[in-house]
């Protein structure tokens, strides 16, 4: 079955750090491949998307992520983390031809000042 | 501009009461959708618009009805609720199939 696994429920790193945050997919193709961000009762905000070409990709706030097909991976890695990206991420995946976004659990990232 | 607005951002609301969320995106974007997000899980997908017709339903139950009055505007009309029905209610559109979906703020909807 399609799925989409994030293994850390929690992660805490110190403010000024680096982060990577695991995504696996589950999916006979190539995905279309998501991270959204939610601050505490809000909204999901897209940080970046893979379609194709590219592996690495670039996104907001400093973000980005690499599509690894061998691996079925989508980690999200962020060089030096700052307080304010403190939320819950979710990695997402679509199927061909479809409306429907598959979500991952979320993983809630905590910031130590 | 990726901006999809929706109102209200709270919502409390009895049993018996009959009450809507709105949503509305002025990106020209053909899909739309309703997503309910209990807390500390992921969103789950409720329904689909594509062109203004109703293409997916994920066996929701019909005390939830959507409506798609036209291409920027997509409302869910709430009845009979129950308190479990409780959750962040999450609208978003996308320019078609297969495309990024952009997430409004949500409504926060709390049943008594």
């Known amino acids: 079955a399609q799925s989409v696994t994030q293994p850390d429920i929690h992660i805490t790193v110190s403010e000024g750090a680096s982060l990577e945050l695991r995504c696996n997919y589950s999916y006979g193709a190539t995905p279309y491949l998501f991270w959204y961000v939610q601050s505490p009762g809000q909204g999901l905000q897209l940080l970046l998307k893979?379609?194709?070409?590219?592996?690495l990709v670039q996104g907001i706030k400093g973000f980005e992520a690499e599509f690894k097909r061998s691996q079925s991976s989508f980690n999200l890695r962020k060089p030096s983390v700052h307080w304010s990206d403190a939320a819950e991420y979710f990695c997402a995946f679509m199927m061909d031809s479809s409306y429907k976004l598959i979500f991952g659990s979320g993983t809630r990232l905590l910031v130590r000042p | 501009d990726t901006e999809v607005t929706q109102t209200p951002k709270h919502l409390v609301m009895g049993m018996t009461n009959k009450k809507s969320l709105k949503c509305e995106q002025h990106m020209g974007h053909r899909a739309m959708y309703w997503y309910k997000q209990k807390a500390k899980k992921p969103p789950e997908l409720m329904f689909v618009y594509s062109y203004e017709k109703l293409s997916i339903n994920e066996s929701v139950p019909s005390r939830f009805s959507p409506e798609c009055p036209n291409s920027s505007l997509l409302n869910l009309h709430l009845h009979a609720l129950q308190p479990e029905d409780s959750a962040l209610y999450l609208c978003?559109?996308?320019?078609?199939?297969?495309?990024?979906?952009?997430f409004g703020p949500g409504t926060r909807l709390l049943v008594l």
């Open positions: 893979y379609f194709s070409g590219d592996t």
């Open positions: 978003a559109s996308s320019q078609g199939v297969r495309e990024t979906q952009y």
